[in-house]
């Protein structure tokens, strides 16, 4: 039995969360609905500004072409952010998801019958769309088609954050205390050590610190960085951006993506072709180098026209068995090491796998 297992009350169990990013939120809200009391730690403010969820937005989509089973699973998954939604969102943050769609360039006829085999065998939603009805949108050379899904859109990832928040401090069974640095955690036991020289046990201890999660457990992982530009559009163009869909696929080589100027936000885009591994979070960066590639990428046409208004540099990481869930780390330690370039979409995943593991019985 484990020493923090002496806290149980019934099936309850007193839970740390160690981070405050989407995966530390959704799961304290998680833990919380269980009946479980819960303890929400974070270095930062809650949620912190530095946390990599903490951005404007992220693509909620579920077409993977060629992978039914993929899509069929990612449907479930939007309709578990719905639920979250329509929990969580309050009349400071307005609705946290918008259905904007999402495009994808399709390159050649065999693209277009995988897209439209793939969203026939799961009765997902698609139309194929012309790209000259997007003519702000680079898209590379002789791509004749694009897959438009309406259901997909954007979450308001830091309005989601921030909703989780507030949600959580109305409930009598959670605690949040921010400012305070996890410098150690004990696999074979409940407890976790601050920087501040004190100490907080649970039952059980979910690690969700995102990619700093290795470093504090000593797990391997990959670390991979990608920077994010962010315009805004001239404005004879600001009301068609606030109308256009998440973009994927496009740029000269079909490796950018934009997500649009969707409720007030700034207009941002990528390309894979800047992610780059790095051996460490602190590692230095030429941050005006890898700008000045995602500028040129060509996702956008005319990009001389718009004002950048700032660009951001982003860490993920993933493990060797592509894994992007909660692993167990000791008999009442969970972490998520590695959430991947798309951990905050499947984070409910995540939470909702580790919360149904969380009793009494399973963790003595
Ligand atoms: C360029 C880029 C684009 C992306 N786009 C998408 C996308 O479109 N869709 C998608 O689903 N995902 C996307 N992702 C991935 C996604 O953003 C992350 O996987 C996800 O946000 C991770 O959430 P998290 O809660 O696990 O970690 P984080 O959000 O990083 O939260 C970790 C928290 O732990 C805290 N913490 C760290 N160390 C300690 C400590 N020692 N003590 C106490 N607290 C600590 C931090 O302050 C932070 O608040 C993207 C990532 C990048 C880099």
């Known amino acids: 039995m484990t020493g923090g297992l002496r806290q149980a009350h019934g099936d309850r ?55 039914p089973a993929g899509t069929g699973a990612a449907m479930r998954l939007h309709r578990r952010w719905r639920e979250l939604d329509a929990l969580l969102s309050d009349r400071l943050s307005g609705a946290l998801y918008r259905r904007v769609g999402v495009l994808t360039a399709l390159l050649g006829p065999a693209a277009e019958a995988g897209a439209l085999d ?119 163009l600001v009301n068609r951006w606030a109308a256009t869909p998440v973009a994927g696929g496009i740029g000269t080589d079909g490796r950018a993506w934009l997500l649009p100027s969707v409720a007030g936000t700034l ?34 046409r005319d990009i001389e026209r718009y004002d950048v208004v700032r660009a951001r540099q982003c860490h993920y990481a993933t493990q060797a068995d592509g894994g992007t869930g909660f692993v167990r780390v000791g008999p009442a330690v969970w972490a998520r090491p590695a959430s991947g370039g798309d951990g905050f979409r499947t984070a409910p995943l995540a939470v909702d796998a580790v919360a149904s593991q969380l009793s009494p019985a399973a963790i003595s």
């Open 118 to 236: 793939t969203a026939e065998a799961v009765r997902l939603a698609i139309r194929i769309a012309d790209p000259a009805d997007f003519p702000h949108i680079g898209f590379p050379e002789g791509t004749a088609a694009a897959v438009f899904e309406p259901q997909a859109g954007v979450l308001l990832a830091d309005r989601f954050l921030h909703a989780a928040g507030r949600w959580l401090r109305r409930q009598p069974l959670a605690e949040l205390r921010p400012g305070r640095t996890v410098v150690d955690v004990r696999p074979d036991g409940g407890r976790v050590r601050l920087a501040d020289g004190t100490a907080e046990s649970g039952d059980a201890v979910l690690v969700a610190a995102g990619p700093w999660t290795a470093r504090l457990l000593g797990l391997p992982v990959v670390l991979h960085r990608q920077s994010m530009v962010y315009l805004r559009p001239p404005a004879g």
């Open 267 to 300: 207009l941002k885009v990528s390309t894979d072709a800047v992610r780059h591994e790095v051996s460490d979070l602190a590692d230095p960066s030429n941050q005006a180098r890898w700008t000045a590639r995602v500028l040129s990428s060509g996702a956008i």
């Open 13 to 67: 169990l007193r839970v740390v969360v160690v981070g405050a990013g989407i995966t530390g939120l959704l799961a304290a809200v998680r833990c919380t609905q269980a009946g479980h009391r819960v303890v929400l730690v974070d270095r930062g403010a809650i949620p912190h500004p530095g946390s990599t969820s903490f951005d404007q937005h992220r693509a909620l989509r579920a077409l993977t072409v060629g992978d």
